[in-house]
């Protein structure tokens, strides 16, 4: 069997043979697996006593998602995951911090994790506020994460926030976390230079429930 079917047999958790073995191609082929199971309304179920049982006697996700604490981004919905199947690190505006960063870094060399998936979605505050100016606590130091792409936004698409434009500026500050996180992490950028885990981007729709992967 392949790592899908292997993963659709499960009765349990992800044990830390499986995550082993995994590829990073792989790892990205059970997110968008999962994606397209949640799209088609199935749901992939095991024993939740199952579950619960082998999470006491630890973890092996096979991939870690940065996504925002928006409440209509279920990041473990989207992608058809249970108990033990992914790393879900949430914030305003998906922005990425050291501890962030430290995160994602342990994510991936300490915890095995194969893949790291950054995602934005539509209708996101952060994105208005940062177009909007908003400053207020510390929310001043959150959106000056987003500037990046709030940069590059206007300078395609001009200073209104259009729905074109507000759209464009999350694809944009997603890139931008991409490139950050690849910059700033040495951990994580050696280990995508070799094969060891992916990197990759999606914007969810939070009208429509359509993820689109970069």
């Known amino acids: 069997m392949n790592a899908l079917e292997t993963y659709l047999n499960l009765g349990g958790g992800l044990s830390p043979d499986f995550q082993k073995r995994l590829t990073a191609d792989e790892a990205v082929e059970l997110l968008k697996a999962g994606y397209q199971r949640f799209r088609k309304g199935e749901t992939f179920k095991r024993p939740r006593e199952t579950l619960l049982a082998d999470a006491g006697v630890g973890q092996a996700p096979y991939a870690a998602v940065l996504s925002c604490m928006d409440s209509r981004v279920p990041v473990e919905t989207l992608f058809d995951a249970d108990i033990g199947d992914l790393f879900a690190i949430r914030i305003a505006g998906n922005v990425v911090n050291d501890d962030i960063m430290a995160s994602l870094e342990f994510a991936v060399k300490y915890l095995g994790a194969k893949a ?99």
Do not use: W
Request: with cysteine; hydrophobic share 40%; aromatic share 4%.
């Open 116 to 214: 790291i998936l950054v995602q934005g979605h539509t209708d996101c505050g952060a994105i208005k506020g940062v177009f909007a100016g908003v400053e207020d606590g510390h929310v001043t130091g959150l959106l000056e994460r987003i500037k990046p792409a709030l940069e590059k936004t206007k300078a395609e698409h001009g200073e209104e926030a259009t729905d074109a434009s507000l759209l464009a500026c999350t694809e944009n500050h997603v890139d931008h976390i991409l490139a950050t996180v690849r910059s700033e992490s040495s951990i994580v950028a050696d280990m995508e230079k070799s094969g060891d885990i992916r990197m990759l981007g999606a914007v969810y729709n939070v009208g429509t429930g359509e993820v689109a992967f970069r």
